[in-house]
């Protein structure tokens, strides 16, 4: 009940398209969903979060869907771009007195130029 | 604003020997998880301490120990070292008793066991 499941494992996607992935979860009393970003050599760092009473949520070309029914969530990446070749990562917390996030496997993520 | 700091980056050590890892967190940050991070099974939940205390716990062998200093350095604990032990550990630090919503990560300690 404490996994997140991720997918896809890698992803290829032409320079301007859009990348897409996909989270799932199981346990309802998560209610704060954080994407990472990982470049190689370096530690995760927050890209976008999403809290379960919006649908959506966007920052600039990275937009974030919940679906609280289907308990899915998903990263929506707009006009990719070679610079956002990396490691993304889902993630999902319950709030309160922890820090403790719960992540999913990880998605690479090549843009071709 | 100095980030997230850890030592040492890289590090060899041999079946059976035991390993001592630091984390440094951002100025003012109290709170300092750990994340082991392997390839297909993402970054897992190893503990997290706030003001010398630890407060929550990941689903790891006993082998896997932490502690919080009065400064908020924090260090993790290996012993009896497996070759399964191999990873990337990445200390998180957070500012507050209370989840604010973002982890700031260091660059990780990449150890290798032979």
């Known amino acids: 009940q404490q996994q997140v499941k991720q997918s896809p494992q890698s992803l290829i996607v032409q320079k301007g398209g859009i990348s897409i992935i996909n989270c799932a979860y199981e346990?309802?009393?998560?209610?704060?969903f954080p994407w990472y970003q990982q470049f190689p050599g370096k530690g995760p760092a927050l890209l976008i979060a999403i809290r379960p009473d919006v649908s959506e949520k966007k920052e600039g070309r990275f937009t974030i869907s919940f679906n609280k029914s289907a308990k899915q969530f998903s990263l929506h990446i707009m006009d990719s771009q070679p610079g956002d070749s990396a490691t993304y990562f889902c993630a999902a917390s319950i709030s309160g007195a922890t820090n403790k996030l719960i992540f999913g496997t990880g998605t690479l993520l090549a843009v071709q130029p | 604003k100095a980030g997230v700091t850890q030592t040492p980056r890289y590090l060899i050590k041999t079946r059976g020997q035991q390993v001592t890892l630091s984390c440094s967190p951002i100025?003012?940050?109290?709170?300092v998880s750990w994340y082991q991070q392997t390839p297909g099974q993402g970054l897992q939940f190893l503990f997290e301490?706030?003001?010398?205390?630890?407060?929550n716990k990941g689903n790891f062998p006993g082998r896997f120990s932490g502690r919080q200093f009065s400064n908020s350095r924090s260090e993790m604990n290996v012993s009896t070292l497996e070759l399964g032990d191999s990873a990337l550990y990445l200390c998180a630090s957070s500012p507050g008793q209370t989840f604010s919503g973002e982890l700031f990560f260091g660059e990780g300690s990449r150890l290798t066991v032979l």
């Open positions: 301490y706030f003001s010398e205390t630890q407060r």
């Open positions: 100025s003012g940050h109290r709170s």
């Open positions: 346990n309802t009393a998560f209610d704060y």
